[in-house]
């Protein structure tokens, strides 16, 4: 594991370097991501009994390399062929309008609407008056804990989208308040905390937590467009360690929330299980299981967000299946059923798959970022990279890239841009 941590860490130098030492680069979130489990990894090597096999360094460390010299290459095609646009681009910073963020009263009575509703709609599919327990009850029955069967309205889910959609946008505006304005808006501030909220109804904290990392990109955008993208970032990453520190606790005190057995668990363990077992977890597959593994599904583990809307565009039938992410207990310790987002890609497609899918990841991930920072100040496309970014940083998690990629965030995209078009409308001269 400390050969492992070291040319992690050496990669993750590579790939701030080459980004014009950008901490929000796809290369950075996703090796950095890496890296840091891989130190929390090594931390618990002994207590998990963790002997890493020359396949899963091999899996890591290649796949890592691959996505940082893609989205380099990527990188340099993009500005070759848009080298001819330049002058175009606005280098000053233009702040959003006052009369934009007061519009977003009717936006928080919208907000505070859809909480109610979704309220209502929980405590009615469940049929649990107890929020609380109402909540815990989806979380356990959509995680294979208890038996149930929970039928929400079709509707539902829209409804948690422009909430996040909203506040993910309104949370643009409060951060520039902050950052440039040096003012605290109140209504703004609520609006982004039930975008951050409004996920939890259903008993998950990984959109939440998307949200929050988002938000964070966002930031470091308009700090980034103060001043020069290649300069010094020591004060932003003690920052950033420092929100990740607060969040952390606050983290762990939210698994009870959402129905989450915390009674046998300390703060060390918890964190060590969600920020460093996925390395161990997939060591384990890797050492003992043979892939690929051909289901009835093609892709069923990488694309199973994605497959359902497929069927229903193509017509074709998509057999029900439940995703093979068994519990592991490593050592005697509970390590969770997570194993990175090369879980996914080695059980459906094997090695072939870690070497394709990593480079369509970058791509991706590269080109979204070469647009949102072509220019400055609010654009539809920084939120849609901040939101993608995200997912980039979790994947030394899970597969949330391709998880949440599909037809809600197609959703989400216009949420913003109706809103855009709704909020940003110029006020007539009176």
């Known amino acids: 594991m400390a050969f492992l941590t070291f040319v992690l860490i050496v990669l993750t130098f590579l790939a701030y370097y080459l980004n014009q030492r950008s901490l929000v680069s796809p290369a950075i979130l996703f090796s950095g991501g890496l890296t840091l489990a891989a130190i929390v990894a090594w931390i618990n090597e002994s207590i998990w009994n963790l002997q890493l096999d020359f396949r899963t360094f091999f899996v890591i460390t290649f796949g890592t390399l691959e996505f940082i010299i893609v989205s380099y290459i990527t990188s340099f095609i993009f500005d070759i062929v848009s080298k001819n646009?330049?002058?175009?681009?606005?280098?000053?910073?233009?702040?959003?309008?006052?009369?934009?963020?007061?519009?977003?009263?009717?936006?928080?009575?919208?907000?505070?609407?859809?909480?109610?509703?979704?309220?209502?709609?929980?405590?009615?599919?469940?049929?649990?008056?107890?929020?609380?327990?109402?909540?815990n009850y989806i979380n356990y029955v959509?995680?294979?804990?208890?038996?149930?069967?929970?039928?929400?309205?079709?509707?539902f889910s829209l409804l948690l989208l422009f909430?996040?959609?909203?506040?993910?946008?309104?949370?643009?505006?409060?951060?520039?308040?902050?950052i440039i304005n040096k003012k605290f808006e109140y209504i703004l501030f609520i609006n982004l905390l039930l975008g951050f909220a409004t996920p939890l109804l259903t008993g998950a904290r990984g959109d939440s937590i998307v949200f929050l990392i988002a938000l964070t990109i966002l930031g470091y955008f308009i700090v980034k467009e103060q001043s020069v993208w290649n300069s010094a970032n020591t004060k932003y990453v003690v920052l950033g360690i420092v929100g990740a520190v607060l969040f952390l606790f606050v983290f762990e005190w939210s698994a009870s929330l959402v129905g989450r057995n915390m009674e046998n668990s300390n703060l060390g363990e918890y964190i060590s299980t969600y920020l460093g077992a996925e390395i161990a977890n997939l060591n384990e597959f890797i050492k003992y299981r043979s892939f690929p593994i051909h289901g009835e599904v093609f892709g069923q583990q990488t694309f199973v967000t994605i497959l359902p809307t497929l069927s229903r565009i193509f017509r074709f039938a998509l057999p029900e299946y439940k995703l093979d992410i068994p519990f592991q207990i490593l050592n005697g310790h509970n390590t969770g059923n997570v194993a990175t987002i090369f879980y996914s890609w080695l059980y459906d497609f094997g090695y072939i798959g870690v070497g394709v899918l990593a480079a369509v990841v970058s791509v991706i991930g590269e080109i979204c970022y070469k647009i949102a920072k072509q220019r400055s100040g609010f654009q539809i496309m920084k939120l849609v990279y901040s939101y993608i970014g995200a997912l980039i940083a979790l994947s030394f998690f899970s597969n949330r890239f391709f998880e949440n990629l599909n037809v809600n965030f197609v959703y989400m995209i216009v949420f913003w841009i109706v809103l855009k078009c709704i909020l940003f409308r110029r006020e007539k001269n009176k």
């Open 142 to 155: 959509q995680n294979g804990f208890i038996k149930g069967q929970i039928n929400l309205p079709s509707y």
């Open 163 to 178: 909430n996040s959609a909203a506040g993910l946008m309104a949370g643009y505006l409060f951060l520039e308040d902050i």
């Open 85 to 135: 646009h330049i002058s175009q681009r606005h280098h000053s910073y233009l702040t959003i309008p006052s009369y934009v963020a007061r519009r977003f009263k009717a936006i928080l009575l919208i907000q505070i609407l859809i909480v109610l509703i979704s309220i209502i709609t929980i405590r009615r599919a469940t049929g649990i008056a107890d929020l609380m327990s109402a909540i």
